[in-house]
């Protein structure tokens, strides 16, 4: 099993920035990966970025792609997420996702190829 702390996030302002961060415990040995999703009030669970826990390869939805910034420390165990210039539309809760199981033709986007999860992080952007 992998437990994910989540830390930060809380009230911005538009055009400000705010962070986050994921600590992963447990049988961490196996990770390939770690991404943020995020849930809009009323909406399903989207990507936001993910990253390779070997190659540092990193992947991000279109709608954050220049404003989020993910990263990771792997002596660490930890993922972070950098969000700078908010928007309004950032306003979701955020969750940590950890995975150690291959999934074949995977792209890293989709909460199915996740195994662990974070409880989640409130980010509330103000205009």
């Known amino acids: 099993q992998v437990q994910l702390m989540q830390s930060g996030g809380g009230l911005g302002q538009a055009g400000g920035s705010l962070s986050l961060a994921c600590v992963a415990s447990?049988?961490?040995?196996?990770?390939?990966?770690m991404a943020w999703f995020r849930q809009p009030p009323g909406q399903a669970r989207e990507f936001v970025a993910a990253?390779?826990?070997?190659?540092?390869?990193?992947l991000y939805a279109d709608s954050v792609r220049g404003r989020l910034t993910i990263s990771r420390d792997s002596a660490k165990n930890s993922v972070y997420l950098q969000m700078n210039n908010l928007e309004p539309e950032d306003t979701a809760v955020y969750y940590c996702?950890?995975?150690?199981?291959?999934?074949?033709?995977?792209?890293?986007?989709?909460?199915?190829?996740?195994?662990?999860w974070g409880l989640g992080t409130q980010v509330t952007v103000s205009s």
């Open positions: 447990g049988r961490t040995a196996g990770t390939l990966a």
């Open positions: 996702a950890s995975q150690t199981v291959y999934t074949p033709g995977g792209t890293y986007r989709f909460p199915e190829e996740y195994d662990f």
């Open positions: 990253i390779t826990w070997s190659g540092g390869n990193v």
